[in-house]
């Protein structure tokens, strides 16, 4: 089946810095979203990105498909934005599940 | 904007028990699926369902476990008889297409099984 990898694991940052988080999937795919696991653990999506580039706030993502990956930006980082991020894609044969990545843990210091 | 609901937001249960997990998944929403994460770990796929019967279950989704829309509005997940490694929290998601659409996330349950 189809992988999802992210990177880094872990990123630790001091509040106002900007950051990149990277998801690369092994296979082509119909849908990829980002969400942010907040610390109650619920998941909030950000994005459903499965091409091109979004913006909302101080957040912006690109999915490149034809090279199979996508990146999250971060810009002027806060501590609430501190939690896990997931990618995750629905392959393009498949019947709609999500295959998540591992995630990426930010820790946003003040 | 339409939300997802779960209900309980937690739920502690005796090993042996039988659990209900509910969901109100969105009304235009055709397509419905559980997800587990143990704590720690990446969110993991059960069980998809569509047209009233399940589509896709993985390896996780054994005899233990079912899926049902009762009414039309409520989609459930039971868990006949928990085990201790059934801990996790339990997400439940809907969409209007399998691909070109996102999946909405309702909050989840955390279970705990003891």
């Known amino acids: 089946g189809i992988q999802v990898e992210q990177s880094p694991p872990d990123l630790i940052l001091q509040e106002g810095a900007n950051s990149t988080l990277r998801c690369n999937f092994s296979d082509s795919v119909n849908n990829l979203q980002w969400f942010h696991q907040n610390p109650w653990g619920q998941l909030i999506n950000l994005f459903y990105i499965p091409s091109g580039t979004k913006q909302n706030g101080r957040l912006s993502a690109t999915t490149v498909a034809t090279e199979r990956y996508s990146l999250l930006y971060i810009s002027s980082s806060q501590t609430t934005d501190s939690g896990v991020y997931f990618c995750a894609v629905v392959g393009s044969s498949n019947t709609g599940k999500l295959i998540f990545g591992q995630g990426t843990t930010l820790q946003v210091k003040p | 904007e339409p939300e997802v609901t779960q209900t309980p937001s937690h739920q502690v249960t005796q090993m042996g028990q039988e659990v209900i997990l509910r969901c109100v998944p969105i009304?235009?929403?055709?397509?419905f699926y559980w997800y587990r994460q143990i704590l720690g770990q990446k969110v993991e796929f059960l069980v998809s369902?569509?047209?009233?019967?399940?589509?896709?279950k993985s390896e996780i989704f054994d005899d233990q476990f079912s899926v049902e829309r009762p009414d039309g509005s409520n989609f459930t997940l039971k868990i006949r008889s928990t085990k201790l490694e059934d801990s996790a929290m339990y997400f439940c998601?809907?969409?209007?297409?399998?691909?070109?659409?996102?999946?909405?996330f309702g909050s989840g349950t955390r279970l705990t099984v003891v």
């Open positions: 369902f569509y047209n009233n019967e399940i589509s896709e």
């Open positions: 998601a809907s969409s209007r297409r399998t691909s070109g659409m996102e999946n909405t």
């Open positions: 009304s235009n929403h055709l397509y």
